[in-house]
């Protein structure tokens, strides 16, 4: 029993008896396995959606890194362009960002002297005669 206060006035009330058997009982047991699941997807969906955002804004993040850094490169060359040295630069504590590292590509496969690179031949067929 549940008390409840209407206008002032307690009253007792049931609980809603779950229902027992059948399609009733059924329908209810899914709700309650389909809250529970519902419930991991919204946090994995929110889990997801952090993620993206903060992987979007660091994306931006070495965008404007690397954007700078070829600023300062451009900056460095002009002051070499200019009559400084690198030694002179360096000396006052100025020197310029790596370049960015470039990925090397696998070169194709070929095949080693004496390798045989081409699938067998078929065997010849005796002439017929």
Do not use: F
């Not at 490169?73 to 960002?97: I, N, V």
Request: glycine share 6%; charged share 20%.
């Amino acid at each position: 029993m549940r008390a409840i206060e209407v206008c002032g006035q307690t009253a007792a009330m049931s609980e809603p008896t779950p229902p027992k058997s059948g399609k009733a009982a059924a329908a209810a047991a899914a709700k309650t396995l389909l809250a529970d699941r519902i419930a991991l997807v919204n946090t994995l969906g929110d889990a997801l959606d952090a993620h993206r955002k903060q992987d979007a804004t660091a994306t931006q993040a070495r965008d404007a890194a690397h954007q700078a850094a070829e600023a300062a490169r451009t900056a460095y060359a002009s002051a070499l362009a200019g009559g400084w040295t690198a030694q002179q630069l360096t000396d006052a504590g100025l020197r310029p960002p790596k370049a960015p590292r470039t990925r090397k590509t696998r070169p194709e496969h070929t095949p080693a002297p004496g390798e045989n690179n081409h699938p067998p031949a078929e065997p010849a067929t005796p002439a017929a005669g």
